[in-house]
Nanobody, 121 residues
Framework: QWQFVESGGGLVQPGGSLSLSCAAS????????IAWFRQAPGKERERVSC????????YYADSVKGRFTISRDNAKNAGYLQMNSLKPEDTAVYYC??????????????WGPGTQVTVSS
């Protein structure tokens, strides 16, 4: 059973930027759609962004559109999330997961332990 390991979280001031990475071990990501989710305390998990493996098309939640950019590097077996213009409401634990089906399927798996992002002055 493979899983992701996320990194790059931290404390940043509003308006700042962070770059998250997730690395996979035990598999190759060539045929997996990769998504970033987040969960804030007391809130449901939210799908933030996703990138399809077959054409590189992307999805962004309305709350992050224009501020976040998802990417992938199959050669490095990794996914990335560039987060700009961060807001306090972006504070959450960010997770990587993958699906064989679609960016909109419920079958995401191989969840990593997550990385904490805190946006605060």
């Amino acid at each position: 059973q493979w899983q992701f390991v996320e990194s790059g979280g931290g404390l940043v001031q509003p308006g700042g930027s962070l770059s998250l990475s997730c690395a996979a071990s035990g598999t190759t990501l060539d045929y997996w759609h990769i998504a970033w989710f987040r969960q804030a305390p007391g809130k449901e998990r939210e799908r933030v962004s996703c990138i399809h493996y077959h054409d590189g098309s992307t999805y962004y939640a309305d709350s992050v559109k224009g501020r976040f950019t998802i990417s992938r590097d199959n050669a490095k077996n990794a996914g990335y999330l560039q987060m700009n213009s961060l807001k306090p409401e972006d504070t959450a634990v960010y997770y990587c997961a993958a699906s064989r089906s679609s960016c909109f399927a419920p079958d995401f798996r191989s969840w990593g332990p997550g990385t904490q992002v805190t946006v605060s002055s």
